[in-house]
């Protein structure tokens, strides 16, 4: 099956992007260096593209349900403008997919915006290649619940910017005819960038400042092409989570391979137990047994770098673990990761061995995120 290429692709090319396939994306993963793309964006701002990642709208007089049924926080809590960081659980309560639900403007039946007037509509992200499935999750549930709601699948319509960095403010705000400096963090808006239509929000993925912009597909090429910043590939956006402490799917969690739940992956906090979502029964009853593993983050003391795969264990080499995410962090200039152990291994202090290529290497278990964020 062909990957699908994001709309710049013809453009990242010429740039001198390097490639490499990440959910059925074809994705720049390097423009110059992954040190040089991640030290822009600690020092001054650098821009993504992240048109991989999943698109899926729904509107009707039954969305809020909708939406509040099928992730883990709570909906009702967002008004227009307004988004949220949340989790997509089966019944047991296991983590498919991570999330953020944005509240868009309501929908009128002339397809205006309005804040007061019109339908609930709800904008969420899912990660690369997942939309086709979201998507068909979302219509199930809905048509199994009788819910009166549109679910539209708009990933090949839209592509999605991340500028990120302390300096991305003063960059989008310079781009936009409408201030989007007044938003707080999970704040957005519709504003204008030079003359197109784009919804704007106060969030990203990398621990700094910045703005994520979805920009329709046909305007892909002129907005980014408004942006004097460095361009960077999805290499330093992965350094750049991990200093962080942010989970990647499909390697921090696994649906199939390494299921886990909320409470396991450090996001209890997305978890509204007040509300009634697919799930949140068995999450109910973790919380109160509590959990025999959680997601810690770590630092080699040894020489060595953690990848995803390598084992953990205990003083006395007796495995415990997993490293899921791991890098040579360019920030700190020291080797870093994420791994699940048993929660009695799970202190900060706590010393760990990760073996490495074979060899044992000391480890210390540290707080999360490991540098300084926003």
């Given at each position: 099956?062909?990957?699908q290429?994001?709309?710049?692709?013809g453009?990242?090319?010429?740039r001198?992007?390097k490639f490499?396939?990440f959910g059925g994306?074809?994705?720049?993963?390097?423009?110059?260096?992954?040190?040089?793309?991640?030290a822009?964006v600690?020092?001054?701002?650098g821009?993504?593209d992240?048109?991989?990642m999943?698109?899926?709208?729904?509107t009707?007089p039954?969305?809020?349900?909708?939406?509040?049924?099928l992730t883990?926080?709570?909906?009702?809590r967002?008004?227009?403008?307004?988004s949220?960081?949340a989790?997509?659980?089966?019944?047991d309560?296991?983590?498919?997919?991570d999330?953020v639900?944005?509240?868009l403007?309501?929908e009128?039946?002339d397809?205006?915006?309005?804040?007061?007037?019109?339908?609930?509509?709800y904008?969420f992200?899912?990660?690369?290649?997942t939309?086709?499935?979201?998507?068909?999750?979302w219509?199930?549930h809905?048509n199994?619940?009788?819910l009166?709601?549109?679910v539209?699948?708009?990933?090949?319509?839209?592509a999605?910017?991340?500028?990120?960095?302390?300096?991305?403010?003063?960059?989008?705000?310079?781009?936009?005819?409408e201030s989007?400096?007044?938003?707080?963090?999970f704040?957005?808006?519709y504003?204008?960038?030079?003359?197109v239509?784009?919804w704007?929000?106060?969030?990203?993925?990398?621990?700094?400042?910045?703005?994520?912009?979805?920009?329709?597909?046909?305007?892909?090429?002129h907005?980014?092409?408004?942006?004097?910043?460095?361009?960077?590939g999805?290499?330093?956006r992965?350094?750049?989570?991990?200093?962080?402490?942010?989970l990647?799917?499909g390697q921090d969690f696994?649906?199939?391979?390494d299921p886990?739940?909320?409470y396991?992956?450090?996001?209890g906090?997305?978890v509204a137990?007040e509300?009634e979502?697919?799930?949140?029964?068995?999450?109910a009853?973790?919380?109160?047994e509590?959990?025999e593993?959680?997601l810690?983050?770590?630092?080699l003391i040894?020489?060595g770098?953690?990848?995803?795969g390598?084992?953990?264990?205990n003083?006395?080499?007796r495995?415990i673990g997993?490293v899921t995410?791991?890098?040579m962090?360019?920030?700190?200039?020291?080797?870093?990761?994420l791994?699940y152990?048993?929660?009695?291994y799970?202190?900060?202090g706590t010393t760990?061995?990760?073996?490495?290529?074979?060899?044992?290497?000391?480890a210390?278990?540290?707080?999360?995120p490991f540098?300084?964020?926003?």
């Amino acid at each position: 099956m062909p990957l699908q290429t994001p709309p710049l692709r013809g453009l990242h090319d010429e740039r001198g992007a390097k490639f490499t396939e990440f959910g059925g994306w074809d994705m720049p993963v390097e423009f110059d260096s992954i040190q040089s793309e991640h030290a822009a964006v600690r020092e001054a701002a650098g821009i993504f593209d992240v048109s991989h990642m999943g698109q899926i709208h729904a509107t009707g007089p039954d969305a809020t349900e909708l939406m509040q049924r099928l992730t883990t926080n709570d909906v009702t809590r967002l008004a227009v403008g307004d988004s949220q960081y949340a989790a997509i659980t089966d019944e047991d309560g296991t983590i498919i997919d991570d999330t953020v639900v944005y509240r868009l403007p309501n929908e009128t039946d002339d397809g205006a915006r309005a804040d007061e007037d019109g339908e609930p509509t709800y904008l969420f992200v899912p990660n690369a290649g997942t939309d086709e499935s979201t998507h068909e999750r979302w219509i199930t549930h809905r048509n199994e619940w009788d819910l009166e709601a549109t679910v539209d699948n708009r990933t090949d319509e839209y592509a999605m910017f991340a500028v990120q960095g302390p300096e991305a403010a003063d960059l989008v705000d310079d781009a936009t005819a409408e201030s989007i400096t007044a938003l707080d963090r999970f704040e957005a808006q519709y504003a204008t960038v030079d003359g197109v239509d784009c919804w704007v929000a106060r969030t990203g993925y990398t621990g700094e400042d910045g703005f994520e912009l979805i920009v329709p597909w046909s305007e892909a090429e002129h907005v980014w092409s408004l942006f004097d910043c460095q361009p960077c590939g999805l290499g330093a956006r992965d350094t750049l989570r991990i200093e962080a402490g942010l989970l990647l799917a499909g390697q921090d969690f696994d649906h199939d391979s390494d299921p886990r739940t909320p409470y396991e992956a450090g996001i209890g906090f997305t978890v509204a137990l007040e509300t009634e979502f697919v799930g949140r029964d068995a999450l109910a009853e973790l919380e109160r047994e509590g959990i025999e593993e959680k997601l810690v983050g770590f630092q080699l003391i040894d020489r060595g770098v953690p990848r995803h795969g390598y084992d953990i264990t205990n003083t006395d080499s007796r495995v415990i673990g997993t490293v899921t995410s791991g890098t040579m962090s360019p920030s700190l200039e020291q080797p870093i990761g994420l791994g699940y152990v048993p929660v009695e291994y799970a202190e900060p202090g706590t010393t760990l061995q990760v073996v490495v290529r074979g060899q044992s290497k000391k480890a210390r278990v540290e707080t999360t995120p490991f540098i300084d964020t926003v």
